[in-house]
Nanobody, 127 residues
């Protein structure tokens, strides 16, 4: 059972930046696909970004089209942690952000592709 703990959320102003962290308990974490999703009140959970393992030390980052250029996903395997750097935040980025993990999903853009989820961290962007 993989345990994921998100942190780094908070209340910021439009235009600010935040870095979210997703710490995992699994020692083979480096081979897992890790995704970030978000859910705003009254809306469905939506894909934000994912980082997939392609063998060796090769990883690929994937982003929701609408977030490319503002959000960056990266990982530090030595710390069993994946990060989501969010720049130029907008009020519409306000949501609970969740990280998710799976051993070998090819459906990294869909919530159903992940077996393990964190509890979420709130991000609120004021205008």
């Amino acid at each position: 059972q993989v345990q994921l703990v998100e942190s780094g959320g908070g209340l910021v102003q439009a235009g600010d930046s935040l870095r979210l962290s997703c710490a995992a308990s699994e020692r083979t974490f480096s081979t897992y696909t890790i995704g970030w999703f978000r859910q705003a009140p009254g809306k469905e959970r939506e894909f934000v970004a994912a980082i997939t393992w392609s063998g060796g030390s090769v990883y690929y980052a994937h982003y929701a089209d609408s977030l490319k250029g503002r959000f960056t996903i990266f990982r530090d395997n030595a710390k069993n942690t994946v990060y989501l750097r969010m720049n130029s935040l907008k009020p519409e980025d306000t949501a609970v952000y969740y990280c998710a993990a799976d051993t070998a999903t090819t459906d990294w853009g869909q919530a159903a592709g992940y077996d393990y989820w964190g509890q979420g961290t709130q991000v609120t962007v004021s205008s």
